[in-house]
């Protein structure tokens, strides 16, 4: 087991997997020659909405913004630079679970894999009988990763904000000559009078004072 297959551990293989709670649409991407009808049936009979055509890796970024899949499968001998690149875009602008089957282990290739976007990352062969588990862990990893970007980005915003609450509040003390809960006071009364974020009413009064931000 290598770098990428230890989230995995865990993940038991019952003969007859469930079916998942939702239909999920899944797209199948290839730069191999392998045939992957039979994992399209797999999936299928597992209760995965499967889109017809696998897609290439040249055209991963139109297929998923046309199609628009919920989780992503890659097969590939090993994944390309541009490869990495399309995931990358796609990571940036609308993030799916992406789950990678490839035969190389090379461990800069793997991170270079995981910094693009990918999920998860396997190269002990792509098979259908094991995938559904796979596929699950994949999907709850996804979302605790979305929560934190959330939480992540939500916390960075507030940030900002109380920095342009703070600036405003000293442009106010020094230029009105007014203490501290003065102009925390003004400032709110100014946000309220215009029925705007506290934030944004302090934005206003770094801009008219012609203050950088």
């Given at each position: 087991m290598t770098a990428g297959n230890a989230d995995y551990a865990d993940a038991k293989q019952p003969g007859h997997p469930e079916p998942p709670s939702d239909m999920l649409r899944v797209l199948l991407v290839t730069d191999t020659d392998k045939p992957i009808g039979d994992l399209r049936e797999a999936l299928?009979?597992?209760?995965?909405?499967?889109l017809p055509?696998?897609?290439t890796p040249q055209d991963l970024h139109r297929v998923v913004e046309r199609a628009r899949p919920?989780?992503?499968?890659?097969?590939?001998?090993s994944p390309s630079r541009d490869t990495l690149e399309?995931?990358?875009?796609?990571?940036?602008?609308?993030?799916?679970?992406?789950l990678m089957f490839s035969?190389?282990?090379?461990?800069?290739l793997i991170r270079?894999?995981?910094?693009a976007g990918v999920t998860a990352y396997l190269v002990e062969g792509l098979a259908g009988e094991r995938i559904a588990p796979i596929l699950e862990v994949a999907l709850a990893r996804f979302a605790q990763e979305t929560q934190l970007r959330e939480r992540l980005t939500q916390a960075e915003n507030e940030l900002a904000e109380r920095k342009l609450i703070d600036r405003a509040k000293r442009l106010l003390m020094e230029r009105q000559h007014?203490?501290?809960p003065a102009a925390y006071a003004a400032l709110r009364k100014r946000a309220m009078n215009q029925s705007v974020k506290l934030a944004e009413a302090a934005r206003q009064i770094?801009?008219?004072?012609?203050?950088p931000q």
């Open positions: 299928a009979r597992l209760g995965y909405d499967m055509d696998p897609a919920d989780v992503i499968i890659i097969d590939t001998e399309q995931l990358a875009v796609m990571n940036a602008t609308a993030p799916r679970p992406v035969n190389d282990a090379n461990q800069q270079a894999a995981v910094h007014m203490t501290e770094i801009e008219a004072a012609g203050s």
